[in-house]
């Protein structure tokens, strides 16, 4: 007899079928019932989904048309963008609207932006990691190369207190008791000296947090040390080699270190990105970046490569926050030197920072001693970093610097503009007209203000200027430079005005503090009115006798005895 034959159900008796022909037509009636239900659910369901979106795309319709006449009575330079992202945002929202009615739901539609750069950021990110993995194996790193291995399968692995240890050992030049005891045994102990264990500070600490060093006279203990099998004693020699080599001022060192720098801040980056709704951004960017990229760009040299500073910008251009960005650039080089030149010619090599008049007059006094004029090369080789179109900033800066006297100043100014091929130094005022020579005097005022110099240096360069050349219009300029700075700013540039630096008073005072009343009090400076009551009121909740505010009110009555009672009420005071 066959299988087939053997697994035959048992045949069904027609009374057995007559008995449940009942109940089995009964179950279907009921299927079909449910499903017609179902089926009429669904569709009053899309009707009313229908109805909500169509309701939506109508709302959303008028409520960028209201947008967009209000936006219409801002200037007209601003105008353009804002229409044309409203416009951007209506045809998204209609397409997604449209896709939900044709039952198109496709995850990257409904997907913002933000969330897209941040998901191939953090593939970017782990794509990343395993090629640093095997460059510091294949460079004979000193890390036990299982370790490093399960960085790839697990970044979080970097943060383990076994890893952080041996990263730590890595930079000293030192070893993890536990990987000498698991792979050369308790007799290889001997060999080393604990760094760790301190008998007023530390006298017992855990086994698997003691750092060993190599003992300063390895190779002869390790001869007398006959316990050791042969294979274990040539692992201990190429240990020794491999850390001797990561510490040396070499170039497998370098690139060791670099390879390591840059495995860290991919992985710290990937940790943020991973985990941003507990690690704080400051902490992240304004700590632990910035020391790598400190690290991995001066590497002990008096000079900086560009090589390293285009791999600190492909290190950089991962974060993408653009603040972000540039803290960590901002907390590099706070000990000075190289750090801080560095961080100096990031800031120009990026395209956020469109207004560098300030940032050159610092950089200039960072790079030029007092009294001590640089040799050229060395400014030029450091300005050919920096891209071209910052450079006329930049000589300006090294022309007006007030390091160095001013006819050596503009020599200095000349020479590296005609080494970097400006044919004339930019700012040179021996064939400007009024017109521009104005311009740049105010724009000097405005670059010292943005500087955040001192009150008395801004005052200074306002009389000087004013001194030169006295009008209305000079007048009006000063007043509009003022009023566009820090509310505190103007109210100190108005207290010292008066006073020449021998104690007289300036005989054109009075006449600019009316100006400067008479304006501060009209409709058409409401805004900053208003900005400097508050930062008075301020002050005066804090310190109701502050000389700054007395003095200042003091002044304005000089001037204007209604301006300085409305003031008066308005900041909270009693009558002056």
């Not at 095997?134 to 036990?144: D, M, T, V």
């Not at 009024?434 to 740049?440: A, G, H, L, V």
Request: hydrophobic fraction near 45%; charge should be neutral.
């Amino acid at each position: 007899m066959s299988q087939t034959e053997n697994d035959l159900p048992p045949v069904v008796s027609v009374e057995e079928i007559q008995r449940g022909w009942n109940d089995l037509q009964l179950r279907v009636q009921q299927l079909e019932a449910g499903s017609g239900a179902q089926e009429l659910e669904n569709k009053l369901l899309r009707q009313l989904l229908e109805r909500v979106i169509e309701h939506r795309k109508k709302s959303h319709g008028e409520l960028v048309n209201l947008l967009t006449t209000l936006v219409s009575k801002l200037p007209i330079n601003d105008l353009g963008v804002i229409v044309s992202r409203l416009v951007e945002h209506s045809a998204m929202v209609n397409e997604v609207s449209a896709a939900l009615v044709h039952g198109k739901n496709e995850e990257s539609l409904f997907q913002p932006a933000v969330l897209k750069r941040l998901d191939q950021t953090r593939r970017n990110l782990i794509a990343a990691i395993p090629p640093l993995v095997e460059e510091l194996i294949r460079l004979e790193a000193p890390f036990e190369a299982g370790m490093l291995q399960g960085l790839a399968a697990q970044p979080e692995s970097f943060f383990s207190p076994a890893m952080a240890r041996a990263n730590r050992c890595f930079v000293k030049g030192q070893l993890p008791r536990e990987r000498i005891v698991r792979e050369f045994g308790d007799e290889a102990l001997a060999l080393f000296k604990d760094v760790t264990t301190d008998v007023k500070h530390n006298p017992r600490p855990k086994p698997d947090e003691i750092v060993l060093a190599f003992a300063n006279d390895f190779e002869a203990v390790l001869q007398q040390t006959p316990g050791l099998a042969p294979d274990k004693r040539s692992g201990l020699l190429a240990l020794l080699q491999k850390v001797r080599a990561s510490r040396a001022a070499s170039d497998p060192a370098r690139a060791q270190k670099s390879a390591f720098l840059k495995l860290s801040f991919v992985i710290e980056l990937l940790h943020y990105y991973d985990n941003q709704s507990t690690e704080p951004p400051d902490v992240i960017f304004a700590q632990r970046l910035p020391p790598l990229i400190e690290q991995l760009v001066v590497t002990g040299e008096d000079r900086l490569d560009e090589k390293q500073i285009l791999l600190a910008e492909a290190l950089l251009a991962h974060i993408i926050n653009t603040d972000h960005r540039q803290a960590v650039v901002n907390n590099i080089g706070k000990s000075g030197g190289l750090a801080k030149t560095l961080r100096f010619i990031l800031t120009f090599r990026s395209d956020k920072v469109p207004e560098i008049g300030p940032m050159a007059g610092e950089f200039i006094k960072h790079l030029i001693p007092p009294d001590k004029a640089p040799a050229p090369a060395a400014l030029v080789g450091l300005l050919r970093l920096v891209p071209a179109d910052r450079h006329p900033k930049i000589i300006a800066a090294i022309a007006s610097s007030d390091r160095l006297r001013k006819d050596e100043a503009e020599t200095l100014g000349r020479t590296v503009a005609k080494e970097l091929g400006l044919t004339e130094l930019p700012g040179d005022n021996n064939t400007l007209s009024p017109e521009k020579e104005r311009q740049i005097v105010w724009d000097r005022v405005k670059e010292l203000i943005a500087g955040r110099a001192s009150p008395a240096e801004i005052t200074a360069a306002i009389r000087t200027r004013l001194h030169a050349r006295y009008d209305s219009d000079e007048v009006k300029l000063s007043w509009l430079v003022l009023s566009e700075s820090d509310a505190m700013a103007l109210v100190r540039v108005f207290c010292l005005l008066p006073y020449l630096p021998d104690g007289q008073t300036d005989p054109i005072a009075r006449a600019v503090l009316e100006s400067y009343a008479t304006r501060l009090t009209h409709e058409k400076y409401a805004a900053t009115y208003t900005k400097v009551v508050g930062a008075l009121r301020n002050l005066f909740k804090v310190k109701a006798d502050s000389p700054t505010l007395v003095n200042f009110i003091a002044l304005v009555k000089w001037v204007d005895t209604d301006a300085a009672v409305r003031l008066a009420r308005d900041i909270g005071m009693g009558a002056p």
